[in-house]
Nanobody, 127 residues
């Protein structure tokens, strides 16, 4: 069993920055892929970015390229959000793919690819 806990959300002005963190309890955390998704009321959970088990490969949705950066260390995965926009407002969730099933973007972008999910952290961007 893996527990994931997001933190770092909050209220930020458009154009500002925020860094989200996701801490995992599993001993094998550093060896599996992680993703960030976001969700607003009335819409499906949306892929944002993923990072593979080694940290070498990253996969970004077009709408955040050049603004958001995913990174990881041995204990935590981060989402650095720069130049945020009102449309970035959402609950952000981190997720773990514990069997490293994905090799390409299309796989990383599916919610079904992930085995464990955090509770989410709210990001609100004001204009």
């Amino acid at each position: 069993q893996v527990q994931l806990a997001e933190s770092g959300g909050g209220l930020v002005q458009a154009g500002g920055s925020l860094r989200l963190s996701c801490a995992a309890s599993g001993r094998t955390f550093s060896s599996y892929a992680m993703g960030w998704f976001r969700q607003v009321p009335g819409k499906a959970r949306e892929f944002v970015v993923a990072i593979n088990w080694s940290g070498v490969n990253t996969y970004y949705v077009d709408s955040v390229k050049g603004r958001f950066t995913i990174s990881r260390d041995k204990n935590t995965v981060y989402l650095q959000m720069n130049s945020v926009k009102p449309e970035d407002t959402a609950v952000y969730y981190c997720a773990a793919d514990t069997i490293n099933r994905c090799l390409v973007y299309a796989c990383y972008g599916r919610t079904a690819a992930y085995d464990y999910w955090g509770q989410g952290t709210q990001v609100a961007v004001s204009s």
